[in-house]
């Protein structure tokens, strides 16, 4: 079994930066994408961000030109580089990892990214 671990979030002003590291307990194979999803208060969770095995990006309209997904390929570790953060992205944020044919789903526990304005 793997456990995701998330840091890096916290509270800042709006227009600052923030970057979400996930770690995985251990190496993972046969991965299929690793992306951040994120669910503000009272609302349902959303995809924000994905970054597939080949290395393709996909990104929420709403952070696109703000937010950038990326992973270290010597290790099962990502990051989101948020940017012009804005209080509408006040959310917990949480890191995810898929395996091909969804044979297993990892999730960290979640981070509290909060923007203030």
């Known amino acids: 079994q793997v456990q995701l671990v998330e840091s890096g979030g916290g509270s800042v002003q709006a227009g600052g930066s923030l970057r979400l590291s996930c770690e995985a307990s251990r190496r993972v194979f046969n991965i299929n994408a690793m992306g951040w999803y994120r669910q503000p208060p009272g609302k349902q969770r959303e995809l924000v961000a994905a970054?597939?095995?080949?290395?393709?990006?996909n990104y929420v309209d709403s952070v696109k030109g703000r937010f950038t997904i990326s992973r270290d390929n010597t290790k099962t570790t990502f990051y989101l580089q948020m940017n012009s953060l804005r209080p509408e992205d006040t959310a917990v944020y949480y890191c995810?990892?898929?395996?091909?044919?969804?044979?297993?789903?990892?999730w960290g526990q979640g981070t509290l990214v909060t923007v203030s304005s």
């Open positions: 970054i597939t095995s080949g290395g393709d990006t």
């Open positions: 995810n990892v898929r395996g091909t044919l969804r044979q297993y789903e990892y």
